[in-house]
């Protein structure tokens, strides 16, 4: 499975954006997927996930401002981030699982300026 986010950018705060994230290839019974981030000097956290049914998740610290989605048919994720903070600033990288394997996209850099 590829995994290609597009969407990044620089932004002002209380601004929007919205990430995408394509997968391909052997993408039969992809089932979570998700966005995580990773500001500098800091571990990779979660931000949010969503599962086919449309069951989602999120990190508490943008419940309310950030809404996940997908599109099954295409299977791309989606990250749509309003209201955004100097500390949203990460590179935001989307993932998926199939099975036991886990796959990662290659990272979209989201700079909130304050």
């Known amino acids: 499975v590829q995994l290609q986010a597009y969407g990044g950018g620089l932004v002002q705060a209380g601004g929007s954006l919205t990430l995408s994230c394509a997968a391909s290839?052997?993408?039969?019974?992809?089932?979570?997927m998700g966005w995580y981030r990773q500001a500098p000097g800091k571990q990779r956290d979660l931000v949010a996930t969503?599962?086919?049914?449309?069951?989602?998740n999120y990190a508490d610290s943008v419940k309310g401002r950030f809404t996940i989605s997908r599109d099954n048919a295409k299977n791309t994720v989606y990250l749509q981030m309003k209201s955004l903070e100097h500390e949203d600033t990460a590179v935001y990288y989307c993932?998926?699982?199939?099975?036991?394997?886990?796959?990662w996209g290659q990272g979209t850099l989201v700079t909130v300026s304050s």
């Open positions: 993932n998926c699982r199939r099975g036991f394997d886990e796959y």
């Open positions: 290839g052997s993408i039969f019974s992809i089932g979570v």
């Open positions: 969503i599962i086919r049914s449309g069951y989602t």
